[in-house]
Structures are given as structure tokens and as C-alpha cells.
């Protein structure tokens, strides 16, 4: 396993990161607790020492999952990244006269939790709220402190410059050792600059969804900020393993994403197919291809990776072990310029 410096934090996590969405079991169909508590205790064996969560996956239950799954080792040997500013518990008063714009926050969309009731999601980034937000995670995660701490969303009803300030308090009092935030473009990013240094900005990035290439990279490379790439397999689709047709659990939207419907999965399968010669003779999985080839990315600092069992979790983690060369790279990379998606 590679360990790489998030930005000038001083904080250093694996290459390949557990990410902890779909154990929280919200907008994945359900989870099973125990196979999630094994996957991160297989991750951490494997060398995968980051596990990043956020209050919102489950309604906190992701949180607590990966608090139960930690126990018992050293708590300086892992670094556990959560999020913050995605609320569900804001009382309907909260919304405006209108019951259309909230006075605190943004209104995200209706979802329902793992029960089936109904929920509005808001992205809020009220400094008091960030606070509250930040001892309640450290409940259910049975720390003393976060490694890093991310707003979820931006909040477009709150300065930035008010919730990066709750966030320099949170570092200031020992609470969070590094800030972060998550899909902040490059103006936000900065934007937020002007009150704190943050390590990260975690973002959507897969072979198949590379727009940040064009500015954030670079912007992130040149003032040293690192980037966490979540859902570098595409929610899935690019494992190969999905083909048309495929029936998803109750509460599992994935089908509903561009990358699922005919035609394109159609195209993303050709693809793989394209590259499973090059995997069988690494003696790897597609999917360790993919990740191996997102962590050599420039400007990725590290990639998020979801497991549901130990099986995946070591399978994730071995992706390390993929040695791919320049003319490997280019290759794959000709593919995927040849590749249209509507």
C-alpha cells in the first residue's frame, strides 16, 4: 500500500481508501452490519488504514458501523475522514412561507432512510450547525477526534467563509487534525482559501467522468491540495459485472444513473472487454485495474472504494499490487478517448 500526504496537512492517508456509503445501506438497497464490520477490519489487514464516512450514510448508521469496526485498534494507526452539511434531522419550520427555500440551508431532495421514511435532505453549513454536527459524529464514532472533517456539499445559502470558519475552530480545538471539503469547484475552492488552508477536495472522478481534468486539477496541483476521487468505479459499472437488464435491489438507485442505461452500459462493457486481456495477464480483477489506473492519475491523491463484505475489501486493496507501464496507461487511455457516452 502507498500512504500520500493529503495537501500540507501533515496528514498522510492510503492510496486506496475505504469508503463507507454503501455500508450506511441509504440509497444502496440496505446493508448487512456484520459483513461491513469485516470488510473494514479486512481493509485495515490490507494495509488500507483511511476509512471516510459522512453523518448523512444512513442517517449516522455508516458512522457508527465504522466506530464498531475500529475498536480495539490503535486509534494513530488509521485516519477516519467523515462529512458534514448534509442534514435530515431540520424541522419543517426551518423551511420558508413559500415551503419552497428554507431559511437555513438548501433544500437537496426528498429521499427516504433504511426504515422507508420519508426524509428532506438539506445542505446546511451554518456554523453552529457545523459544531453540533462535528460532537455528534464523534459520538457515534467513538473518537476524540476526526482526521478529516469535509462539508459535504456547498451550501449556497451560507458564506463560505462562515462554514470554514467553524471549521478552523474545530482544528484549532484538537477535534479535527485537517479540513476538507467535497464537490467544491475552483472558484469555492478559492474562495474558501481566503479563511483556511484545506488539505482536500474529494470529487466525483472514474474513467468514465473526468471533467475535473480540465480545471480543478490543475488548480489543486499548483496550491498543493489533494484529491480524494469517490466513486472511481463508476458506482459499480465498471466492474464489468453489470450487464443490461440487471434488476437492483429496492432502494438501490444506481439504475437510474446515465452510466446504467442501454446504450451506454452497452459502450462501458465493450470497453472492459477491451481491457480484460491486460487484467488476466496482471492476474487481476477489472476492478483493480480501475482503481489502480485512477491512483496513477495526476493530481489523485487517493481513491475511495466501497466494500460490502472482506472479500471486496481485500480485492480493493490489492489493486495496489497492479503494475501497469507507461504504454499500458496510454493504451487504456486511447480506449477511452474512442469511448462516446450520451
Known amino acids: 500500500m502507498e500512504y500520500r500526504q493529503l495537501g500540507e496537512s501533515g496528514l498522510a492517508a492510503s492510496a486506496v481508501t475505504?469508503?463507507?456509503?454503501?455500508i450506511g445501506g441509504w440509497m444502496w438497497g440496505g446493508s448487512d452490519r456484520k459483513d461491513a464490520i469485516a470488510a473494514i477490519r479486512a481493509s485495515y489487514e490490507h494495509g488500507v488504514t483511511s476509512i471516510d464516512t459522512a453523518a448523512v450514510y444512513g442517517m449516522g448508521a455508516s458512522e457508527e458501523i465504522v466506530g464498531e469496526a475500529l475498536e480495539g485498534i490503535p486509534r494513530d494507526k488509521v485516519q477516519i475522514?467523515?462529512?458534514?452539511?448534509?442534514?435530515w434531522?431540520?424541522?419543517?419550520?426551518?423551511?420558508?412561507?413559500s415551503g419552497q427555500r428554507p431559511i437555513r440551508g438548501t433544500f437537496a431532495f426528498k429521499s427516504r432512510d433504511n426504515s422507508g421514511r420519508e426524509l428532506d435532505i438539506y445542505k446546511y453549513g451554518g456554523k453552529e450547525s457545523v459544531i453540533r454536527e462535528c460532537e455528534d459524529s464523534l459520538r457515534r464514532l467513538r473518537?476524540?477526534?476526526?482526521?478529516?472533517?469535509?462539508?459535504h456539499w456547498p451550501d449556497a445559502a451560507t458564506p463560505i467563509a462562515e462554514t470554514m470558519e467553524a471549521l478552523d475552530q474545530l482544528v484549532r480545538s484538537g477535534k479535527v487534525r485537517a479540513a476538507g471539503v467535497c464537490n467544491y469547484d475552483t472558484a469555492q475552492m478559492k474562495e474558501a482559501a481566503g479563511t483556511i488552508s484545506l488539505a482536500a477536495d474529494q470529487v466525483p472522478y472514474s474513467m468514465?467522468?473526468?471533467?475535473?481534468?480540465?480545471?480543478?486539477?490543475?488548480?489543486?496541483?499548483?496550491?498543493?491540495?489533494?484529491?480524494l476521487a469517490y466513486s472511481p468505479l463508476q458506482r459499480g459499472v465498471l466492474t464489468g459485472k453489470i450487464?443490461?437488464?440487471?434488476?437492483?435491489?429496492?432502494?438501490?438507485?444506481r439504475g437510474d444513473s446515465k452510466y446504467y442505461q442501454g446504450g451506454n452500459l452497452n459502450r462501458i462493457?465493450?470497453?472492459l472487454d477491451e481491457l480484460r486481456p491486460l487484467a488476466a495477464a496482471r492476474n487481476a480483477t477489472l476492478s483493480q485495474l480501475v482503481i489502480r489506473w485512477t491512483v496513477l492519475r495526476p493530481g489523485i491523491t487517493i481513491a475511495l472504494v466501497g466494500a460490502r463484505d472482506a472479500r471486496q475489501a481485500?480485492?480493493?486493496?490489492?489493486?495496489?499490487?497492479?503494475?501497469?507501464?507507461?504504454?499500458?496507461?496510454?493504451?487504456?487511455?486511447?480506449?477511452?478517448a474512442a469511448m462516446q457516452l450520451e
Not at 143 to 151: A, E, P
Not at 314 to 320: F, L, R, Y
Open 89 to 97: 434531522d431540520l424541522a419543517g419550520g426551518d423551511q420558508g412561507s
Open 208 to 227: 468514465v467522468r473526468r471533467d475535473i481534468e480540465a480545471e480543478l486539477v490543475p488548480y489543486c496541483i499548483a496550491n498543493k491540495k489533494a484529491i
Open 18 to 22: 475505504f469508503g463507507a456509503w454503501a
Open 314 to 336: 481485500i480485492e480493493n486493496a490489492e489493486a495496489m499490487n497492479v503494475r501497469l507501464s507507461a504504454d499500458e496507461v496510454e493504451m487504456i487511455d486511447s480506449r477511452l
Open 243 to 253: 450487464k443490461p437488464g440487471h434488476v437492483f435491489n429496492a432502494g438501490d438507485n
Open 269 to 271: 462493457n465493450a470497453f
Open 81 to 87: 475522514m467523515t462529512k458534514f452539511g448534509m442534514r
Open 143 to 151: 473518537t476524540d477526534y476526526i482526521d478529516l472533517y469535509q462539508q
